[in-house]
């Protein structure tokens, strides 16, 4: 089974924080994505990369970036964070095109 | 640009009934894939049901169905037998299947079971 791991469930932080996701993937997966999830907005895509060092904005990639030095793994980094980057972060890889394979989600609030 | 619209931000239904999910696209390409996730609660995301835009007949696991109307555009999601597990967030999604596609999401539907 494909397995794709975030490394935290739950974060509590303060506003001005740099905050640190890490997403690990065990498929050889080339694709590795960032969703956001808010009620009544659905999944929209920070960043994703299609190989190693790249990486490619998606529709709301502001306050964001993102590094993939290792296939495996992606991270999604808030430089400093705000209050409206509370949400549920969803991480997702695939192999090409089509379908994705989710990560449990990290809940980020942000104090 | 790729959209997918939900309309229905909930839908209720009888355990063992039968319900549709709504879901509608709009892209210019001809061949694409379309998606249905389930998200139950504080759980993961997991795939439903997958259709690619060529083949003509619908796609069906199980309990679930898919009535694809290419023309119209239109992608709904039939679940038979409801089930109290079957509870749970449904996003429709499309990608079209270029080597380095996204998956576009809907809103999202709120699909509540009733014992």
């Known amino acids: 089974d494909v397995k794709v791991t975030q490394s935290s469930r739950y974060l509590v932080k303060r506003t001005g924080e740099k905050v640190f996701l890490e997403c690990v993937q065990d498929m050889d997966h080339e694709n590795m994505f960032w969703y956001r999830q808010d009620p009544g907005l659905g999944l929209r895509l920070i960043y994703f990369s299609y190989d190693v060092k790249m990486k490619e904005k998606g529709d709301i990639p502001e306050g964001y970036s993102v590094s993939r030095e290792k296939k495996e793994r992606f991270s999604l980094i808030l430089e400093s964070a705000s209050t409206n980057q509370t949400s549920m972060y969803l991480c997702a890889s695939s192999w090409k095109a089509g379908e994705l394979f989710f990560g449990e989600g990290s809940r980020l609030t942000v104090l | 640009a790729q959209t997918v619209t939900q309309s229905q931000p909930e839908m209720s239904v009888q355990e063992a009934e039968t319900v549709t999910l709504s879901c509608t696209y709009d892209?210019?390409?001809?061949?694409?894939?379309l998606f249905w996730y389930k998200q139950p609660p504080s759980r993961q995301m997991i795939l439903v049901i997958r259709?690619?835009?060529?083949?003509?007949q619908n796609a069906t696991e199980n309990r679930f169905s898919v009535n694809f109307q290419k023309a119209a555009k239109s992608f709904s999601l039939k679940i038979s037998d409801s089930q109290l597990g079957d509870a749970a967030m449904y996003f429709c999604?499309?990608?079209?299947?270029?080597?380095?596609?996204?998956?576009?999401f809907g809103k999202g539907i709120t699909l509540s079971v009733r014992p």
């Open positions: 999604a499309y990608s079209y299947t270029g080597a380095n596609s996204k998956l576009t």
């Open positions: 259709q690619e835009a060529y083949k003509q």
């Open positions: 892209t210019s390409e001809s061949d694409y894939y």
